[in-house]
């Protein structure tokens, strides 16, 4: 078959937490431009809706179960992938991730803590640990790993999730390196505000649900456009994709004024207080529990 030199065309691509928000988007977009999807997630259901979705939709896909947490399944999750490719990937997108909030250092539990950097900072470290080798084998092919602008803003009550995307950035940037002399194109997407259900499923803090609840309906885009941003970056071998104003804003902003800037986001986040009666201070005993129930 004809294989564009866009890697996102035609492409054999592993995607992590396909089964929702920008995963999702990420496989249903991937899949309208010829590939062929594995589409993985730790909720299996929800990786095989994604899956009925593109085959209803006339393109190839596989639903496999992954848990990023656990290498082990990574490690399945590439060789399940080889076998249905018949080779190695040609694009691997390290999306899943989970959000939490509202609790200032000191007052968010360890538990949160731990949940957050397993699942966003060791998911995507297993990710670029079983995938770089094999990419830099076959000599091209693409990775993208799902950073956030929380990866530098550095916003007040998000240090577990900021601490975790500064890890994923830290990473990103170093395989970008490490594999600069291959035409493996490594980027990290780190967009602002984007309409998944990452806050249904997150741990925030019910002080704090309602203002990000504005601030998603307000200032959130679709993954649909976020993704398109992402793999057009990708395309054009760029190593950081901002895709939104605001993302671009922060980050110009953190870099010509770091001091001004951390000193306005304390200055806006005792603001906001005032929209958060309710001060909440979680115990080392107890985890926030995410909205969902789900923990
Ligand atoms: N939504 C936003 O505003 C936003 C902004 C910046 C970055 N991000 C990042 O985008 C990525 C995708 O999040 P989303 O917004 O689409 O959220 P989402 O909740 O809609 O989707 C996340 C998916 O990851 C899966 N997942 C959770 N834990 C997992 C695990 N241990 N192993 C495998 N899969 C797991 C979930 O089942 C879900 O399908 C995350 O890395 C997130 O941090 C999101």
Known sequence: MFRSNRVTRNANAVITGAGSGI?????????????????????EAQAQATVERIVAAGGKALAVRCDVTQLADVQALAQTSEDWFGGPADLV????????????????????????????????????????????????????????????????????????????????????????????????LCPTFVQTNIMKAGRISPASSKFADNLMRWAGVSPERVVKSALAGLDRRQLYVLPQFDARLVWRLKRLLPSSYTKGAGFIDRFAANDMPETNHATDSESTRSRTGAM
């Open 93 to 188: 997108i390290n999306n899943a991730g989970v959000g939490a909030g509202g609790h200032h250092i000191g007052d968010m539990t360890m538990a949160d803590w731990r949940w957050v950097l397993d699942i966003n900072m060791w998911g995507v470290i297993h990710g670029c640990h079983v995938f770089a080798p094999r990419l830099r084998a076959a000599g091209r092919g693409g990775l993208i790993n799902v950073a956030s602008t929380a990866s530098f803003a550095a916003a007040p009550r998000m240090g577990a999730y900021n601490a975790s995307k500064a890890a994923v950035l830290a990473v990103t940037e170093t395989l970008a390196a490490e594999l600069a002399d291959t035409s493996v194109h490594v980027c990290a």
């Open 23 to 43: 995963g999702r988007a990420f496989a249903l977009e991937l899949a309208a431009r010829g590939g062929a999807i594995v589409c993985s997630d730790i909720d």
